[in-house]
Every structure is written in C-alpha cells, then in structure tokens.
T-cell receptor, first 114, second 112 residues
C-alpha cells in the first residue's frame, strides 16, 4: 500500500521568504504526482501535475521537483506572500489498473506572516 | 470552463437519517471519484467511475453507502443510515484520461 508523508506538518515564515515543502512516498511505481492547495473549508485546487517521466514542473512562483527513484518530491514557493497561507497536499497516482487513485499525504499547513 | 460542481455545500442531519450528495464533473471528463476527508487528513478514495461503470469501490462501506453515475455524467453518493462517524467532508473529483484530478468544493456533513 502506498504511504505518503509530508514534512513538516506546519510551517510559519515571514513574508518574502522562500518556502520548501517536502513529500515522500514508499512505492516508486507511480503514474504521476500532484500538488494541491486547500484553503480552510474549501476543496482542493490543483497546483502542479508531474508525470512520472518528468523531473520538474513550474508555474509562476511555484516549482515542483520529482525524484521517483528515491520517492521524493519538493514544492518550492518563491517570495512567499500572506495569500500563500493554506494547507498544501501532495498526492501520487498508482500505475496498476486497480490503483488509479490518488494517495494523499496529510498536508503541510503554511502560515506566511505579513 | 466550469469546474466540478457539488451540492449541497453543507448538510446537518440526525444519526440514522439518510443523506445524499450530488456531483457534476467537468464536461467531457470520463473518470469520476468520490473521496472522504477527515479533519487534518488527506482525502481517501471511496469509489471511482470510468464512464458509468464503478471500477473501484473496494473502500466503499457497502452496508450503508451507495453511489450511482447514470449516463456517465453526474453522480450521487448516498448514506443510509448515517452514523456519527460519517461526519466529514465528501469530495468529488474528475479527470480525463489520467491527466490530473480536479476537485469540487466538497460537502461538509455533520451527523448529530
């Protein structure tokens, strides 16, 4: 069974600092990896999707890397802003036909202080 | 392009009552998922549909939960009877040919 771990569970930084969020997974046989943002009481917003053959994806201030062999992904958020405060979730999709679901970590809750 | 639509957004019921949630996926998305999210945890899959066929319902508590996706478009998830432990957020997601999953706003269920 795929296990996804996100460290740290919570992070508080001053505005302008770069954010580094870590995600690890136990089974390297993944189809893709997605990073999501979740605001309190809201659904999940997809930030970045990395296919298993890719090493990284970028969107604006966000950059995510994937090292499938070591079971790790890192989400970098440059020049953080108070509006970046949210919970960030990492999820991996399996490769087997009976496992086309996302296995999620518990998330990292980020607070950016003005 | 409209996103995944879910209703209701909030539902409060007494235990042993029935409840139903509705989801309309992104137009053209062939795969629909129902997830359950408990407080402080990541979502967990309940059921996955490919078009109108439920292809993975191994995590669905079938004694009280049921789901349907008529005509391969929108879907309904039902709980009957609800228990206190069913209080959670129920999320619907959709995807097209495994190109990433997109989530709706969720339904927050409170069972008293």
């Amino acid at each position: 069974k795929q296990e996804v771990t996100q460290i740290p569970a919570a992070l508080s930084v001053p505005e302008g600092e770069n954010l580094v969020l870590n995600c690890s997974f136990t089974d390297s046989a993944i189809y893709n990896l997605q990073w999501f943002r979740q605001d309190p009481g809201k659904g999940l917003t997809s930030l970045l999707l990395i296919q298993s053959s890719q090493r990284e994806q970028t969107s604006g201030r966000l950059n995510a890397s994937l090292d499938k062999s070591s079971g790790r992904s890192t989400l970098y958020i440059a020049a953080s802003q108070p509006g970046d405060s949210a919970t960030y979730l990492c999820a991996v999709e399996g490769t087997k036909s009976n496992d086309y679901k996302l296995s999620f970590g518990a998330g990292t809750t980020v607070t950016v202080r003005a | 392009e409209a996103g995944v639509v879910q209703s209701p957004r909030y539902k409060i019921i007494e235990k042993k009552q029935p409840v139903a949630f509705w989801c309309n996926p992104i137009s053209g998305h062939n795969t629909l998922y129902w997830y359950l999210q408990n407080l402080g945890q990541g979502p967990e899959l309940l059921i996955r549909y490919e078009n109108e066929e439920a292809v993975d319902d191994s995590q669905l508590p079938k004694d009280r939960f049921s789901a349907e996706r008529l005509k391969g478009v929108d879907s309904t998830l039902k709980i009957q009877p609800a228990e206190l432990g069913d209080s959670a957020v129920y999320l619907c997601a959709s995807s097209l040919n495994r190109g990433g999953q997109f989530f709706g706003p969720g339904t927050r269920l409170t069972v008293l």
